[in-house]
């Protein structure tokens, strides 16, 4: 069984900073698409981020110029570096990665970790 750990979330001014990671573990045989997703209160879950194999990295119009997305193939990781932090950007974040495990393909989500953007 595989499992996402999620991490780097808190509480940040406008204009702020911060960088999420999001690490995978167990019997993984290969990892393809990564991403960030993030749900804010009373609105449904959006794709924020993804990241494919050659690095290809597809961000949502919203967090263009101010988000980016990496992966750390040595950890099995992807980051999520957030500039320029916006009360709008305020949500649960939550990591999904495509697995191969025991010659199946499936997709996995973390426990998500809150941003919050306020002064």
């Known amino acids: 069984q595989a499992q996402l750990q999620e991490s780097g979330g808190g509480l940040v001014q406008p204009g702020g900073s911060l960088k999420l990671d999001c690490q995978a573990s167990?019997?993984?045989?290969?990892?393809?698409?990564m991403g960030w997703y993030r749900q804010a209160p009373g609105k449904q879950r959006e794709c924020v981020a993804t990241i494919k194999a050659g690095n290809i990295a597809n961000y949502t119009d919203s967090v263009k110029g101010r988000f980016i997305i990496a992966r750390e193939y040595n950890r099995h990781a992807v980051n999520l570096q957030m500039n320029s932090l916006k009360p709008e950007d305020t949500g649960t974040y939550y990591c999904n990665a495509d697995l191969l495990m025991g010659g199946s393909r499936s997709s996995y989500w973390g426990q998500g970790t809150q941003v919050t953007v306020s002064s």
């Open positions: 167990g019997r993984i045989f290969g990892i393809g698409t």
